[in-house]
């Protein structure tokens, strides 16, 4: 039994033909699928009652369910969506002149254990499937049409390769949603087998890396990834990545006081970002998360510090504002606070 929204346009003759099933069929599938946007078989009314029977037997929609949206007042809404097997995750969409930007989640929880992160502070507890990404797509195109994907929700797409390319690959798909590759951005801690798995695809979705630290000493501190793939390996690989690619790579560096902040890291991580042709870098004040209130967010003047040493160094620097902080919008927050309110009735 397959899913549904875990079959490529393109897969769907072979598939029904295997079956017995007749080929023309595919095209009204997709038809139903990805243009009327139905998300239950019954709804599909242009097949034949005992075809739709067959697909709902052998080719199910994955069902979720909205468990809660909190939204803030900057107009970011933060959906929890319940999955098939009591799991929930998290995703973020963030309306702005003229987009509207879905944040997606690839993981329920996360493995790497980011120390500012909300969404590894309590582990993983299992990759998402293809058509489970994809659902989360669907439950956010009904509150208006995505215009751009960003895979930062939470857990680590490269940790869960196949299933996330090949959801991205879905929604990208011209007989699928048809979401342009270069709307989509992928988000990676490091882990460095994906750089080049990604360049093989020979897509041309956006890849960030979040470094958040301009050493070994400090990203390992801060990233326990850092220990298994070090900075070196690290920008290798993404030099290796703009080189066969010839697409940007952005690196995300969230500032944290008294952490990251300072004069001497903005010169050193300068210093390591130029090694990469073609990157640029956005700096991203934190977000404080509840299981680390020793992590403070930094003052304006530090920021502007960090962006001023950046581009004197001839760095291309963004500062980026967060978005949905009165909604717990920051990864895995949601969750966590669901979690946690679970656990005091308790
Ligand atoms: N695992 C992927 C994608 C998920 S995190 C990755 O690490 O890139 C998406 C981004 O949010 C990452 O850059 C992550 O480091 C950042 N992030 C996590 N917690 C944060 C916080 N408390 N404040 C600001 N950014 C945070």
Not at 96 to 104: L, N, V, Y
Not at 223 to 247: F, G, H, I, Q, S
């Amino acid at each position: 039994m397959r899913k549904a929204w875990s079959i490529l346009p393109e897969e769907w003759k072979p598939i029904l033909t295997e079956r017995g099933l007749r080929a023309f069929r595919a095209d009204q599938i997709l038809h139903s699928l990805y243009r009327d946007w139905i998300t239950d078989w019954d709804k599909a009314t242009t097949l034949p009652k005992d075809f739709r029977e067959s697909l709902k037997a052998e080719f199910p929609i994955t069902k979720t369910e909205i468990l809660e949206v909190s939204e803030s007042a900057d107009g970011t809404k933060k959906l929890l969506l319940g999955l098939e097997d009591g799991e929930a995750v998290e995703t973020v969409l963030i309306p702005a002149t003229g987009r509207f930007t879905q944040c997606i989640s690839t993981q329920v929880g996360c493995a790497m254990g980011c120390a500012f992160c909300a969404s590894g502070s309590r582990g993983v507890v299992r990759s998402l499937t293809a058509d489970e990404i994809v659902a989360e797509y669907m439950a956010g195109r009904s509150f208006g049409e995505i215009t751009n994907i960003v895979v930062m929700g939470m857990g680590e797409p490269f940790m869960n390769y196949d299933e996330t390319i090949r959801a991205l690959k879905l929604i990208n798909a011209g007989k699928g949603p048809n979401l342009g590759a270069r709307h989509i951005t992928l988000s990676t801690c490091g882990v460095v087998p994906g750089f080049a798995k990604l360049a093989a695809e020979g897509i041309q979705f956006e890849l960030s890396v979040s470094l958040h630290a301009p050493n070994d000493a400090l990203r390992s501190e801060l990233m326990p990834v850092n220990r298994r793939w070090p900075m070196d390996e690290l920008l290798e690989a993404c030099a290796a990545y703009t080189k066969t690619t010839k697409r940007i790579i952005t690196f995300e560096y969230t500032v944290i006081r008294g952490v990251n902040d300072s004069r001497a890291c903005a010169e050193e991580l300068a210093h390591q970002v130029r090694r990469v042709p073609m990157a640029k870098v956005n700096l991203i004040p934190l977000s404080p998360v509840s299981h680390r209130p020793d992590f403070k967010t930094p003052d304006e003047a530090t920021m502007m510090m960090f962006l001023d040493v950046l581009m004197k160094n001839h760095v291309q620097t963004m500062l980026r504002r967060s978005r949905g902080k009165d909604a717990d919008a920051a990864c895995g927050q949601l969750r966590l606070r669901r979690m946690e309110n679970v656990k005091c009735k308790m």
